[in-house]
Each structure stands twice: as C-alpha cells, then as structure tokens.
C-alpha cells in the first residue's frame, strides 16, 4: 500500500496571513456593532437594527472562523488522525445556517413593520454611512489579506460581511428617502431587499461547507476523469472503491485500490500515480493500495462503490 502526503508550506503561509486579517477585521466589526445597536435603538430603525443583527453575526462567524485556524492548528493525534483541520469546515457550516436564521427573522420584522409602518429617525443615515465606511475596511482586509477564493472558512466570513455591506447600503437608501420624502415605508423595504441577498449567501454557504461534511467529491474535481487517469497508466487493469473527498479548505484526499498486472514495478508505478494526482489535480495526500489481478479485493469491499 502507498501513501504518498505533501501538504506543504504555501497553507501555512495562508494560515498565518488568514488569523492576522480575521483577528483585526473581528476587532473592527464588534465595536461598530454596539455604535450600531445603541443607533438602531435611538432612530427605531430596522434596517439599522437588522444591520446591526447581522453585525453580531459578522462578530460571531469572524470570532468562530478565528477559533477554528486557532484550533486546526493543534498536532494530530490517536484519536483525531487528521488533527483538528475539519473544524474550519464545521465553522463554515455554522456560518452559513447562521445566515439563513438572520434573514428569515429579517423578513419576519420587515412583515410587522408592513403592517404597522414605524416612525424612523433620520439620523439612521449618518450610522449607515459609518457602518459602510467600516465594512468596505474590513471586506478589504479580508479580501487583501486572507485567502478567501480556496479557503471556504474565509469566505463565509467574508460573506457575511459582505450581507451586513449591503445592510448598510440598504440602510443607507432607506435612510436618504426617509429625510427626503418622509417615506418610512422604505425602512422595511430595504431590510426585505437585504434579507433576500443575505439568504442566497448563507444558503451557497451551507451547501458546499455541507457537502465536504458529506465526504462529497470536490467540485473542482472530476470522479471520472481521475479514474481515466489512472487506468491509463501503464501495468494498471483497473481502478476500484475510489474516493476523493475535502479534508479542509485546500486539502484533498484520495483513496483506491489499484489492479495491476502481475510482473509490474509496484514502486515505480505508485510513484506514476502519486505524480499525476499531484500534477493534473492537485490532489498531494493519496492513500493507492496495489493488488494483482487475482486477489479479487474488489468483491470483499462491500461497503464501497
């Protein structure tokens, strides 16, 4: 059996660069989110108040993605083989059904406010103004900062604070036809507007963080051309009881058994397969278990595909 594990120095680097940009957008965010609070309270504004709930969100997934680089970082062991690496991925996940409860409880206070129109102070606008200035900084940071195109922990953080921009944005709106027009309907609207965007990220979210827990096949990646791959190296007969799944963001895995034929070099060929997951799928940590072709493994796997 071959095992062949190279996760190398580039995640470390993206690790350090991620905890540095969530600890300082996290500082950012939570002391907005009071100013923001004490605000929504004053101008008896929902969008402000929606705005500053998803803050505390924003607090609360940025706080939690931070623990879990925090956590991942701990040796693995007997018990955890893997260490504590998945737990950015169950961070993700909580992110993103966090999301989903924002905005339907958005769309809940938006419908009683359309029953019962609120009187809404123009002020709102100014504390709009100052939480948009905010989360374009931290968007910023994160986006400059972290890897948060590979890294799926990083980019359900910064989805929800690009939610709580688009709050501000809406507040913002709501705020400027409030002062004008005395059009406090607009409150609600914008919140409803919000809601909406913010579902279809946590929803995003929570089906890809979902489908890793799942042990799913990466998306990036195709089952059938993988199989191709190998079988088409020379020696080999057949590929059985394949897998590839999602450690963490970034970590690929593999497994298989490998039929070969019988007066093959084992070790040359194992090197072979090791070399093209490396180089067509980026795939480094592979587990390939090499059989001939009369051990018949394949019919004892009953477990497998």
Same mark, same amino acid.
Request: hydrophobic residues 50%.
């Given at each position: 059996?071959?095992h062949?594990?190279g ?6 680097h ?12 996290f500082i ?5 989110m ?14 402000l ?18 623990f ?6 701990k040796? &693995? ?9 998945r ?8 992110? @993103? ?9 958005i ?10 129109p609120p ?16 989360n374009?900084?931290? &968007?910023f ?38 002062? !004008?027009?005395?059009?406090n ?9 919000v ?15 979902f489908?890793?827990?799942?042990? @799913? ?33 970034? !970590? ?12 093959i ?15 067509? !799928?980026?795939?480094?940590?592979t ?7 009369h &051990? ?10």
């Amino acid at each position: 059996m071959g095992h062949h594990h190279g996760h190398g120095h580039g995640h470390h680097h993206h690790h350090t660069n991620n905890k540095k940009a969530l600890l300082i957008s996290f500082i950012f965010i939570t002391t907005f989110m009071v100013v923001e609070v004490i605000g929504g309270f004053l101008t008896n504004s929902l969008a402000l108040l929606s705005d500053a709930g998803h803050m505390l969100s924003d607090a609360f997934a940025l706080g939690l993605s931070l623990f879990a680089f925090k956590l991942s970082e701990k040796a &693995a062991n007997a018990q955890k083989t893997y260490g504590y690496k998945r737990f950015e991925i169950l961070a993700a996940f909580i992110n @993103g059904v966090t999301l989903l409860a924002i905005s339907i409880y958005i769309f809940y206070e938006a419908y009683h406010r359309f029953l019962e129109p609120p009187n809404v102070s123009p002020m709102m606008l100014w504390i709009a103004i100052i939480g948009l200035i905010v989360n374009i900084s931290v &968007a910023f940071i994160l986006m400059t900062g972290g890897d948060t195109k590979d890294n799926l922990n990083m980019r359900s953080a910064l989805l929800h604070v690009f939610g709580d921009l688009l709050g501000s944005v809406g507040a913002i709106i709501a705020g400027l036809l409030i002062m !004008f027009f005395n059009w406090n309907m607009a409150d609600p609207i914008a919140s409803i507007i919000v809601a909406a965007l913010i579902l279809i990220s946590g929803f995003r979210i929570t089906r890809d963080s979902f489908h890793i827990l799942m042990e @799913g096949t990466p998306n990036y990646l195709s089952y059938e051309e993988i199989e191709n791959k190998l079988v088409q190296l020379d020696g080999v007969i057949n590929i059985h009881d394949l897998h590839v799944w999602t450690i963490t963001s970034d !970590f690929p895995a593999l497994s298989c058994h490998m039929v070969v034929e019988e007066n093959i070099d084992r070790d040359l060929l194992l090197k072979k397969a090791a070399q093209v997951l490396h180089d067509h !799928f980026k795939i480094h940590h592979t587990t390939i278990q090499i059989e001939g072709r009369h &051990a018949e493994m394949e019919h004892d796997e009953n477990n497998c595909n």
